[in-house]
């Protein structure tokens, strides 16, 4: 696997797979069904075939909602899957690390983080 290379996170209202360089927005059908799968409280969602320009045969990928990450089955490769709604807003929790510099948590540790502070 490619390590990430930075990229602004996706702002726009949709369903998002990163890939090594970027965010990518996922098909109608399959958006939908990682929405479903979310509102219906499922774990898994099995996405079928998906072809793209590196697999232009296709490849089986499932959908863990649990830890919203994306899975080749035949690989094992693992994408973070993002759903962007009306409402969200990029959370930024800065901390300061062992060295003294200044980090930021990712958006969705730092969002998860508050929840449990307020809780």
Not at 22 to 48: F, P, T
Request: aromatic fraction near 6%; charged fraction near 25%.
């Amino acid at each position: 696997m490619c390590p990430l290379q930075p990229c602004k996170d996706p702002t726009t209202v949709d369903v998002w797979w990163r890939d090594d360089s970027e965010w990518n927005l996922y098909s109608k059908v399959h958006a939908n069904m990682i929405r479903k799968g979310v509102s219906d409280g499922l774990h898994k969602v099995n996405l079928g075939n998906i072809v793209s320009t590196t697999h232009p045969m296709g490849q089986i990928y499932v959908a863990d909602l649990a830890r919203m990450k994306q899975i080749n089955l035949s690989s094992r490769q693992e994408r973070d899957i993002r759903i962007v709604q009306q409402a969200d807003r990029v959370i930024r929790v800065e901390y300061t690390n062992t060295v003294g510099k200044v980090e930021q948590y990712d958006p969705d540790l730092g969002l998860a983080l508050l929840r449990q502070i307020g809780n």
